[in-house]
């Protein structure tokens, strides 16, 4: 597609429930990177793919978080029994893969915003 | 470990006159360094990158960027605000050794007045 499609744009729970968030990225693009962004804060790195299997997983909180990306394409972000402070926008972010893949530009959705009552 | 500090939570300006957001970072390799802005309600947008050579970096709307080896600051200026540039600007960095994701500062709110 012509942009990172996230969906749903907006979703509601109640603490203890199981949400899924799912991420399209570029066409094309090999990488793909979670971040959770907080009220006031910057976006905090949650995962990312190269591919199907995940290069670096170290951001992920707790094991109530987990992603896949069976394809190598589309991703979702799972989290299982919800918390209040789960609450956040969920970014999802491609980029391309070259030599120099640090150095490629991440382009991000609009977000996922989860909210935990 | 790689860290980025924004030091202001704010900076305001008037329009027409120049304007600094400043950032300053840790790697323990070479950095890659990214400024990123956000307008109320959508996406992260790209502004410009630093990689390697040239160590002032021009970006869309106007907007530069200083890399400082020594000082390790990477602090975006603009010489002429606009109103429109008022927005959240976040810097990021990523070592190029390493292997590791992008790792994004808590953001600078810029606001531009009238």
């Known amino acids: 597609g012509a942009g990172v499609s996230q969906t749903p744009s907006n979703k509601v729970t109640e603490k203890g429930k199981y949400v899924e968030l799912r991420c399209d990225p570029i066409s094309g693009h090999t990488a793909l990177y979670w971040y959770r962004q907080s009220l006031g804060q910057g976006p905090e790195f949650l995962i990312y793919f190269q591919g199907t299997g995940a290069a670096d997983d170290s951001g992920l909180p707790n094991d109530r978080f987990f992603a896949v990306r069976p394809e190598g394409s589309v991703s979702t972000l799972k989290i299982q029994r919800t918390e209040r402070g789960d609450s956040a926008v969920y970014l999802c972010a491609s980029s391309l893969t070259a030599r120099a893949s640090g150095a490629n530009v991440l382009t991000f959705g609009a977000g996922s915003r989860l909210t935990v009552l | 470990a790689q860290s980025v500090a924004q030091p202001e939570d704010q900076v305001n300006v008037a329009e027409g006159n120049p304007l600094t957001v400043k950032c300053t970072y840790s790697v323990s390799g070479n950095p890659y360094l990214f400024w990123y802005v956000q307008y109320p309600n959508r996406g992260l947008q790209f502004l410009l990158k630093?990689?390697?050579?040239?160590?002032l970096v021009k970006g869309s709307y106007g907007f530069e960027a200083e890399f400082n080896k020594s000082q390790t600051s990477f602090h975006l200026k603009k010489p002429s605000a606009l109103v429109s540039d008022s927005a959240l600007y976040f810097c990021a960095v990523r070592d190029s050794q390493a292997g590791t994701a992008l790792i994004f500062g808590k953001g600078t709110t810029l606001s531009v007045s009238s």
């Open positions: 630093y990689i390697t050579g040239d160590n």
